[in-house]
């Protein structure tokens, strides 16, 4: 295919760079493959490249469709080229079409997944099926999908002239480039990867001081990001850049909008020789959709502002300090340069032209801070890799910290407790590196996760509460040079010391819009499946008006007769196809509606499927099923999305995302939806783990009329086996 990239022209060269405010809203519709070179409404000239005619502008939105061939340099966005200064930053407001995309996965065959497509979910014959198809106006682009399904099977995506699934599938922030040949190895950018069972892995990148044994320069920061709304903002310094995110109210491992959460920090020893004084703002995306499915990025809101206010060395921080002096100075009850007044405890600690030096061994000095810290950075100058030094914090006191030790080569996690050590975690690979090291502390207040150079110690995220609101930190030097006034020690000086706490709001410059995330609040319809052993048709709801139908399906539903409802299904016999019941529904503008889904079986090994979910129905043509996936199969679950419109169900629109052990045999939770009719957003117990507008999916597509809503036991590459349902809840 012809590239549609696109390259500054000479009137370009002429004009030099672009103005620190580039806002662009999506607000005028855009067809495939004319994105790149077109104006925003405010004026902007979009750069980038579109090699596949992919990028698209409709209802308010960018969109992304899935490539034919994954792979980076071609399709992004970009805007600039931009001056490089300090306070620069990007602010961007999306919905990845799917955090767990990969580059050229497949688990069958072509022709399996052909003839799956034409059976469907088994809802309709195989002849009502295609002519619906064919007399679909929603339905657009088969031609396409067998085609990239085609050229998928022909050969993978090679690198280093091996195969190689591509797991990194969407990069935005400021690049030297306007089309990067790999937007994850170049520039100040966040990367989603591709996580299989948890979803995704949200990195930064740090070319900050790493191990020459290292080759990946992401830094990640938390796993289990799932397919919601989420903002991100690259906030550029004079070195490096600071990165944020946030998303909707109890999104996993972020804050909620107008908030943000800091999740990295790159702060290189000095800019790289080959970085540009220009910069470009961009987002690529290489990969979309995973084993045959298609899902398309959208994105509501790209900004960028100069952001003077925070062009300092340590953004956003609400305590920092450089510890660093000409001449050596004590740091004895001392203020910081930002936030909090130091207190000796021990020992003696002198700010130095290498930084904070301890002068006697067994140095302790405490740092208060306004509220508790989300995310600490420091440099730590080690001319002895074996000195032995901590970063403590939530620090109540001496005698109660957690820490975060160096010495002898090792890094370890320990927590003290009244006056006690106990060692949590031991990293025998990595230590400080004679000169210049890294280390940084995300801190959610529920969990944790501590960094060297770029890596992540330990391999894993740490949950712990324990001392969790305490807002104060440490740092505690175990050796210290002799005492004099020379600059010169052996130990290790500590420079460049920030804490940012766990909520830093989004710049008010900033004008993105907010994500959707409607409450229902009145209750219509409750059902608590009270009653005598017994098929579900005819019951009359317990609260409001109307009784259970059953409105799709051959199998059925049964009261307990112990306050539940089952499928009536079993590993031997599953529940034959999709089976819904349903109830009258009186506002067919919004529905919010949850029950309490308990799946079959009690561990994994015993063949149960669970299936369960619920429906929102207009008619026998139109209507959306939303159900969990539990399964031998895979190592994780997952909650789905299918949806039937005009009589056809593509099911390989589906909208997943993978929710790793949030659902498991034999364990009960909330599983709620709240639709408008076109928007909807799924939440496991009060965790939203999926949003999509059906717009997003059908371009074309006007609104949902919902007349019922009820229970479905769904078919997604299976049969239900005995899904049972409690306390079922519908909300206007």
């Not at 990969?102 to 469907?120: A, L, P, Q, T």
Request: net charge negative; charged share 20%.
């Amino acid at each position: 295919m012809k590239s549609s990239t696109a390259r500054p022209s000479s009137s370009d060269a002429i004009s030099g760079t672009a103005p620190a405010t580039i806002v662009d809203d999506f607000s005028i519709d855009c067809k495939p493959g004319r994105v790149i070179g077109s104006q925003s409404a405010s004026g902007h000239f979009r750069r980038g490249t579109d090699v596949e005619k992919l990028i698209s502008i409709d209802n308010g939105a960018l969109r992304i469709q899935p490539p034919i061939t994954p792979g980076w340099g071609r399709a992004g966005l970009a805007y600039g080229p931009f001056q490089r200064q300090a306070g620069l930053a990007l602010a961007v407001f999306m919905l990845n079409g799917h955090n767990t995309s990969e580059g050229n996965s497949r688990e069958d065959s072509f022709k399996s997944r052909i003839w799956r497509w034409v059976r469907g979910s088994q809802a309709n014959s195989i002849g009502n099926r295609l002519w619906r198809r064919a007399s679909s106006s929603q339905h657009q682009g088969t031609v396409r999908q067998f085609y990239r399904w085609a050229r998928n099977y022909r050969g993978r995506f090679k690198k280093d002239g091996q195969d190689a699934h591509l797991m990194e599938n969407l990069a935005l922030g400021w690049f030297p480039n306007a089309v990067p040949a790999d937007p994850t190895a170049a520039g100040h950018s966040i990367v989603v990867r591709a996580l299989g069972p948890d979803n995704g892995e949200l990195c930064t990148r740090c070319d900050s001081s790493r191990h020459s044994a290292e080759k990946s320069s992401l830094t990640p920061a938390f796993q289990g990001l799932q397919n919601v709304q989420t903002y991100y903002l690259v906030l550029l310094r004079e070195q490096g850049a600071a990165y944020y995110a946030a998303s909707v109210v109890n999104a996993k491992g972020l804050m909620a909008f107008p908030n943000m959460r800091l999740i990295g920090i790159d702060a290189p020893d000095s800019r790289p020789a080959e970085s540009s004084e220009t910069l470009y703002a961009g987002l690529y995306q290489s990969a979309l959709g995973q084993v045959g499915f298609r899902v398309d990025t959208r994105v509501y809101d790209f900004q960028t502002q100069l952001l003077p206010t925070l062009s300092n060395w340590y953004g956003t921080a609400q305590t920092a300090d450089t510890l660093v002096a000409d001449q050596a100075s004590s740091l004895a009850d001392q203020a910081a340069e930002v936030g909090g007044r130091w207190h000796g405890l021990r020992g003696t600690l002198e700010k130095t032209a290498r930084g904070l030096v301890a002068r006697t061994e067994d140095s302790l000095a405490l740092l208060e801070m306004p509220a508790p810290a989300g995310a600490i950075h420091a440099v730590v100058n080690a001319d002895d890799p074996l000195s032995a030094c901590a970063l403590l914090w939530r620090t109540q006191d001496e005698r109660n910290t957690w820490g975060l030790f160096f010495e002898n080569g090792q890094c370890q996690l320990r927590l003290q407790t009244e006056g006690t050590w106990t060692k949590i975690a031991v990293e025998e690979r990595y230590g400080l590196r004679e000169g210049r090291n890294t280390v940084q502390i995300l801190d959610s207040g529920s969990s944790f996760s501590l960094y060297l150079n770029g890596l992540l110690l330990f391999d894993r995220w740490f949950t712990d509460t324990r001392l969790q609101a305490i807002a104060q930190l440490g740092l505690l030097y175990k050796n210290g040079g002799p005492d004099t006034t020379s600059d010169q020690s052996s130990g290790p000086a500590l420079a460049q010391l920030e804490a940012h706490p766990r909520e830093i709001p989004i710049p008010t410059e900033f004008n993105l819009r907010h994500p959707w995330q409607t409450t229902g609040t009145e209750i219509l319809v409750t059902e608590s499946f009270a009653g005598s052993h017994g098929e579900l048709s005819e019951r009359l709801v317990e609260v409001g008006n109307g009784q259970w139908q059953r409105t799709l399906g051959t199998g059925k539903m049964q009261l307990t007769g112990e306050g539940a409802l089952k499928v009536d299904a079993s590993v031997a016999q599953p529940n034959p196809g999709r089976l819904a019941y349903t109830v009258d529904w009186p506002n067919p503008n919004f529905a919010d509606v949850s029950v309490d889904i308990l799946p079959p079986g009690t561990a994994r090994h015993q063949d149960e499927k669970g299936r369960g979910g619920l429906i929102f129905w207009q008619d026998a043509d139109n209507y959306i099923t939303v159900s969990q996936w539990l399964d031998d199969s895979y190592g994780g679950a997952s909650v789905s999305s299918f949806f039937h419109i005009d009589g056809f169900e593509e099911i390989y629109d589906a909208v997943w995302t993978n929710v790793g052990t949030r659902v498991q045999w034999g364990q009960q939770q909330t599983f709620r939806i709240a639709f408008d009719g076109l928007n909807f957003t799924v939440y496991l117990g009060e965790e939203p783990v999926l949003y999509r507008a059906i717009t997003d999916i059908y371009p074309k597509f006007e609104r949902l009329s919902i007349q019922r809503v009820g229970l479905v036991a769904n078919w997604e590459w299976g049969d239900d086996t005995g899904t049972q349902f409690n306390r079922f809840v519908a909300k206007a």
